[in-house]
C-alpha cells in the first residue's frame, strides 16, 4: 500500500471524464491495489472522500465516508440521481483545492447506484451531509470541481472563514438559502 500524491486544480486529470471500470477487472490486483492505496491516502489527508481521477487515475472509482461513524466505502462506475428539486448549501473544501473553502448548492437528496469493491451492486437514497460528499466525489469522475459549483463571493482561505466567519454563518448569500455548515 502507498500514499498517493492528490492532483491539484490546474491538472489536467481533473477535467477528464474518467472511464467505466469494466466489472470483470474489479478484482484484478491492479484495481484493487489502487483501491487499497485511495483508502490509505484519503485516511492520510483526513479527507471526508477521494475520487481515481484526483490520485492520478482516470477511472471511476471513489472512495468515501458518509457519517463519521462509518467506515470508508468504495464505490465503481457510480451513478447518482436527484430525487428532490430542493437544493442544499454547504460549504465544501478538496484536497485538489487546498486550504479553501466555498459555498456550493447541490441536491438535498440523491439516489445511487453503484458497484462495491467485490462487485456487488449497491443502492442508496441519500439526503444531507452523505448527499453532499457523494455529489462531490462523483463530480470528480465527470471533471468537475466543487469550484465549478461554488456560489459567488462564498470562496475563500480556510484561515479567514475560521477567523470571520462563513458567508453562510454572516448571511452574505442570501435569505432564501437553505444552508448548513460542514
Do not use: K
Not at 13 to 26: C, K, T, Y
Not at 131 to 146: K, S
Amino acid at each position: 500500500m502507498a500514499i498517493l500524491r492528490v492532483a491539484r486544480i490546474g491538472h489536467p486529470v481533473l477535467r477528464q471524464v474518467a472511464a467505466p471500470v469494466p466489472p470483470d477487472q474489479l478484482a484484478s490486483a491492479s484495481i484493487q491495489a489502487l483501491i487499497e492505496d485511495m483508502l490509505e491516502t484519503v485516511e492520510e489527508y483526513d479527507g471526508a472522500g477521494l475520487a481515481a481521477p484526483q490520485v492520478h487515475r482516470s477511472v471511476r472509482i471513489v472512495v468515501l465516508r458518509l457519517r463519521s461513524d462509518e467506515d470508508l466505502r468504495v464505490w465503481v462506475n457510480p451513478v447518482l440521481t436527484p430525487t428532490s428539486e430542493r437544493l442544499s448549501v454547504t460549504m465544501e473544501g478538496c484536497l485538489s483545492v487546498p486550504g479553501m473553502r466555498g459555498a456550493v448548492a447541490r441536491p438535498a437528496e440523491v439516489r445511487v447506484e453503484a458497484l462495491e469493491r467485490d462487485g456487488s451492486p449497491v443502492a442508496l437514497l441519500l439526503s444531507g451531509f452523505p448527499a453532499v460528499v457523494a455529489q462531490h466525489e462523483c463530480d470528480h469522475l465527470d471533471g468537475i470541481v466543487y469550484i465549478d459549483r461554488v456560489l459567488p463571493r462564498s470562496l475563500g482561505y480556510v484561515e479567514e472563514h475560521r477567523r470571520y466567519g462563513s458567508p453562510l454563518v454572516r448571511g452574505e448569500l442570501g435569505s432564501d438559502l437553505q444552508g448548513e455548515e460542514e
